[in-house]
């Protein structure tokens, strides 16, 4: 997977969410321990939830909120989806999460097609998905975008060519995304390990080392 970072760094690619995202329009947001403001949070009151990331951005004056890979986050405890026992809950976050207004339109960094969607809709799940397939120096690998619009995978076919910087789906809103403040879960991941429609976005401490290796830091189509 190291090639494939090294080969997306010397691409050129096209702006996830239209424009770069820079210091001039976004700010980090973290969702660790280290963030006592969670701890007077209700994160299971989706609307308390999403006043609280979005009152942040707006003190700020930004558009986006970005954040969270490899991210040992304290938000998890809302869904049962994440596990139930110490050993096995599902507390560090895979991709980058883009917060932004529902609705925000997301294009395709680089050419590929799409491998498979569906709406993954538990409560604290990724409720509708799509995961897009490409191909690059003879390397095969996969991005994975979450928490979308529903209306997002009316009319979507596997294998249908998605361009590079074309609109192929939105940030959905809450309840529909999962029932989470709006934003984009982006992801790389080298392997699906024959998932379709969805893939961890969020793994237990225990298998960081496999997760990290199969899911590299997607910054590289950030910048």
Same mark, same amino acid.
């Given at each position: 997977?190291?090639?494939?970072?090294?080969?997306?760094?010397?691409?050129? &690619?096209?702006?996830?969410?239209?424009?770069?995202?820079?210091?001039?329009?976004?700010?980090?947001?973290?969702?660790?321990?280290?963030?006592?403001?969670?701890?007077?949070?209700?994160?299971?009151?989706?609307?308390?939830?999403?006043?609280? /990331?979005?009152?942040?951005?707006?003190?700020? !004056?930004? &558009?986006?909120?970005?954040?969270?890979?490899?991210?040992?986050?304290?938000?998890?405890?809302?869904?049962?989806?994440?596990?139930?026992?110490?050993?096995?809950?599902?507390? +560090? $976050?895979?991709?980058?999460?883009? @917060?932004?207004?529902?609705?925000?339109?997301?294009?395709? *960094?680089?050419? !590929?097609? +799409? $491998?498979?969607?569906?709406?993954?809709?538990?409560?604290? #799940?990724?409720? %509708?998905?799509?995961?897009?397939? $490409?191909?690059?120096?003879?390397? +095969?690998?996969?991005?994975?975008?979450? &928490?979308?619009?529903?209306?997002?995978? +009316?009319?979507?076919?596997?294998?249908?060519?998605?361009?590079?910087?074309?609109?192929?789906?939105?940030?959905?809103?809450?309840?529909?995304?999962?029932? @989470? %403040?709006? $934003?984009? &879960?982006?992801?790389?991941?080298?392997?699906?390990?024959?998932?379709?429609?969805?893939?961890?976005? /969020?793994?237990?401490?225990?298998?960081?080392?496999?997760?990290? #290796? #199969?899911? %590299?830091? *997607?910054?590289?189509?950030?910048?």
């Amino acid at each position: 997977m190291l090639n494939i970072i090294k080969i997306l760094s010397e691409k050129r &690619h096209f702006p996830i969410m239209g424009i770069k995202l820079t210091a001039e329009n976004s700010i980090e947001l973290d969702f660790t321990a280290a963030n006592t403001d969670l701890k007077l949070l209700d994160l299971k009151d989706t609307e308390q939830f999403s006043e609280y /990331v979005f009152g942040k951005l707006k003190h700020d !004056g930004k &558009h986006f909120g970005i954040g969270g890979y490899m991210e040992p986050r304290a938000i998890y405890q809302r869904s049962e989806v994440f596990g139930k026992s110490k050993e096995n809950f599902r507390n +560090v $976050h895979l991709g980058i999460d883009i @917060w932004a207004k529902a609705g925000q339109p997301i294009y395709a *960094p680089i050419d !590929g097609k +799409v $491998h498979s969607f569906q709406d993954n809709g538990t409560f604290g #799940n990724y409720g %509708p998905v799509i995961i897009l397939e $490409h191909q690059l120096l003879g390397e +095969v690998f996969y991005s994975l975008y979450g &928490h979308l619009k529903r209306s997002d995978l +009316v009319g979507l076919e596997k294998g249908q060519r998605i361009s590079a910087g074309r609109v192929f789906c939105h940030i959905g809103s809450y309840p529909e995304n999962g029932d @989470w %403040p709006p $934003h984009l &879960h982006f992801q790389l991941i080298a392997d699906l390990e024959g998932n379709e429609g969805d893939y961890p976005g /969020v793994c237990a401490s225990k298998d960081i080392e496999k997760y990290r #290796n #199969n899911c %590299p830091d *997607p910054k590289v189509l950030l910048c």
